[in-house]
């Protein structure tokens, strides 16, 4: 793959170190990796992660408190209250992926085909945005959702539309700029084609940009698919989802104020990590910021 | 050879804005023979740089072009996008002014080198990789193994100029469009650019355009000049012929404010061509140069001077041609 067999230091194992050395410099950035991990880690293994079954009930314990059995108390029908938030961050961090996903898939090639052609297309794409953007994004969602149907993939589909025309309005942009680069011209001029253009020139130089508008989108959506499953719009009981627990939390705020409280630090935990370290990663990727 | 390899008849590029059309090229033409390298020289904003942009099909859609340019008995003006892609890279290739940012910032040089190869040549990648590597040598870039896997930013503005002319010649083009390829660059950087364009013509026989606002440039290593004036061609000559015996007041000017070492021990400074370039917003009817030329008179003032044959091979749009 390379055009010599060895050497001393690679440019791009060079370039990894800088990145590497930057991003460790940032506690805060650091510190959201490591949730952010763990979160991923817990939801995909919460099988052995959680000490309980999230379905498995304790008549013993019923709107207990925090106790040696059960870290973070039960709930009224005696369910581990931690181990349902372990099971519950599946259903937030696949709609958090999935639906990011699905909004970039979507929104990067519209925006890189009007920024690129221009033309009344690229005008009709810019308006159709505009107008979409007028609707804030929860509400777009919940829109959406009753639309389709309550279900944890309809919910999925319905943010990760809501996230398409901020994405769209990114691709186009950083699009408009790249194609008045001079090594786009020069490409140009070198007879390169369209596709080349966009797929090798113009679609590269804005792989930081999209990154951290990602890590910006997972949390939107993961806050997303609770308000969705709080309303009855995602995930349907005894299915556990933060935005469930929230919701059958209410009847006790007084007896077992636990109920709302973990699912709901639990939210603004893995969200605020997700959004720090989106900053932490634009901070290290633009070489503006620094240097 | 029969007849020249690259001929350009009566361009005029009009440029339609709101503020009212812009005159950038008004008939225009040039020849270029097979190895040849053609100087063309002018300050900025007289319409060099468009007049190469234009040959290729450059320019952004609101140019509008008309006229003639002529490629091999092919029409380029009337190309189709296709025609013109083929042509692009593999028979006329560019050199651009800013190699700073003329790389792309996130692929290896030696990489970009050979998505050109491949898109024209239908090289295979190991044929390819060689052919990069040799490039490199041909540019004189040291080590052009290693080169070849760094990133445009580890390199220095020359190397990176090297590396644009190493992508150029990729294809074994048969014009080089180089359009003020040393002006970003050291003045000893320059001369290296400037010497390497020199040997290519002579070891590869590729013909040269060297657009520049720089006579000291063109003397060093064109045969050929073009002096331009407010999108107009005011004279044009062999290098040799023009330096001695410039006939066109603005050549003139321009050969006086070439620093030149003795020039200014003679009379302490350089000599400045008073005033400044015309706006292009209309086409004049008179000499564009009238309002900054000495010898201007009634006659230059109410006609547009031709261009026509003053000395053997030597032609001048001036009324009042001659030197001094």
Known sequence: MSYVEATPLGARARRRRILRRR?????????????????????????????YSPDATDFNALLSGPSREHL????????????????????????????????MVVAVPIGLIGGYYRGWLDTAIARVTDVLLAFPFLILAVGLAAILGPSLLNATLALGIAAVPPLIRIARGET????????????????????????????PNMTSTLLVQATLTIPAAIIGEAVLSFL????????????VMLNAAQPYLNEAPGLAVYPGLAIVIVALAFNLLGDGLRDVLDPRTER | MSGPLLEVEDLSVRFDTDEGSVHAVDRMSLSLEPRQVLGVVGESGCGKSVTALSIVGLLPKTAKVTGSVRFEGLELLAASKSELRRVRGRQISFVFQEPMTSLNPVFRV??????????????????????????????????????????????????????????????????????????????????????????????????????????????????????????????????????????????????????????AARNGRLQEIPGRVP??????????????????????WSEVPVLRQVRPDHAVACFHPGEQ
């Open chain 1, 232 to 243: 009855g719009l995602g995930v349907q009981p005894p299915t556990p989802s933060w935005g």
């Open chain 1, 72 to 103: 973070l108390g039960t709930d009224d029908l005696g369910r581990d209250t931690l181990s349902r938030i372990i099971w519950g961050a599946r259903a937030s961090i696949q709609a958090g992926f999935l639906a990011t996903v699905l909004a």
């Open chain 2, 279 to 300: 706006s292009l917003s209309e086409l004049p009817t008179h000499c564009a140069f009238a309002d900054r030329c000495p010898r201007a008179d009634e006659q230059s």
């Open chain 2, 110 to 263: 030696g990489h970009q080198i050979e998505e050109v190869l491949r898109e024209h040549m239908n090289l295979s990648r190991a044929a390819a990789r060689q052919r990069v590597v040799e490039l490199l040598d041909l540019v004189h870039i040291p080590d052009p193994a290693r080169r070849a896997e760094e990133y445009p930013h580890q390199l220095s503005g020359g190397m990176r100029q090297r590396v644009m002319i190493a992508m150029a010649l990729g294809c074994d083009p048969k014009i080089l469009i180089a359009d003020e390829p040393t002006t970003a660059l050291d003045v000893t950087i320059q001369a290296g650019i400037l010497d390497l364009l020199r040997e290519l013509r002579d070891r590869l026989g590729t013909a040269i355009v060297l657009i520049t606002h720089n006579l000291g440039v063109v003397a060093d290593i064109a045969d050929r000049v073009v002096v331009m004036y407010a999108g107009r061609k005011a004279e044009e000559a062999p290098v040799g012929e023009l330096f001695a015996h410039p006939q066109h007041p603005y050549t003139i000017g321009l050969l006086g404010a070439v620093p030149r070492a003795g020039a």
């Open chain 1, 23 to 51: 991003f460790l410099r940032r506690p805060a950035a650091v510190i959201s990796l490591l949730i952010v991990v763990g979160a991923v880690l817990a939801a995909a293994f919460a099988r052995w992660v959680a000490p």
């Open chain 1, 176 to 203: 408009l700029a790249l194609r008045e680069e001079d090594y786009v011209r020069a490409a140009v001029a070198n007879g390169a084609n369209d596709a080349v253009i966009i797929g090798r020139h113009i679609l």
